[in-house]
């Protein structure tokens, strides 16, 4: 299910740096990507999603929230249906590495946050993703 988005407020420190897995960030928790109009799990994203378990493994506290993230280029609404389909697609696949699902939340942010704000096909790559916060230690 979708809980409700994460602030900044919520987040809590990792070292020097907020605990945020995006593109270009500092962080043993890293994003996967999907394809346009996918939220099919690749063999690229379970090479990362496999490494976020082993991360999560060892420190098992945290509670990670997975947004799911789209391109500009659907409507509003098929964008966030879409985002929450790679949010408990990324989710799912934790799971199945065996890491409990209630150390996961997940929200859809549809296409609202754009990592990457240029209306390229290189900056839409970048915002299809599953994105990984630590919401708690």
């Known amino acids: 299910s979708t809980d409700s988005p ?3 407020s919520t987040l809590m420190p990792w070292g020097e740096q907020r605990l945020a897995a995006g593109p270009g960030r500092q962080s043993p928790v890293k994003p996967v990507m999907f394809a346009y109009d996918s939220d099919e799990i690749d063999e690229a994203s379970k090479k990362i999603l496999s490494a976020n378990a082993d991360v999560l493994k060892s420190y098992k506290t945290w509670v990670i929230t997975i947004e799911g993230h789209c391109d500009e280029r659907g409507a509003s609404e098929y964008s966030l249906a879409l985002g929450d389909r790679r949010a408990l ?3 799912n696949y934790l799971v199945s590495l065996g890491i ?3 150390r996961m939340r997940t929200v859809s942010y549809g296409n609202e ?3 990457d704000a240029a209306h ?3 900056a839409y790559a970048k915002n ?3 994105h990984f916060m630590l919401t708690s230690k």
């Open 6 to 8: 994460v602030t900044s």
């Open 89 to 91: 697609a990324a989710k």
């Open 100 to 102: 409990g699902p209630d």
């Open 113 to 115: 946050f754009p990592f």
């Open 120 to 122: 390229s096909e290189a």
């Open 128 to 130: 299809r993703r599953a």
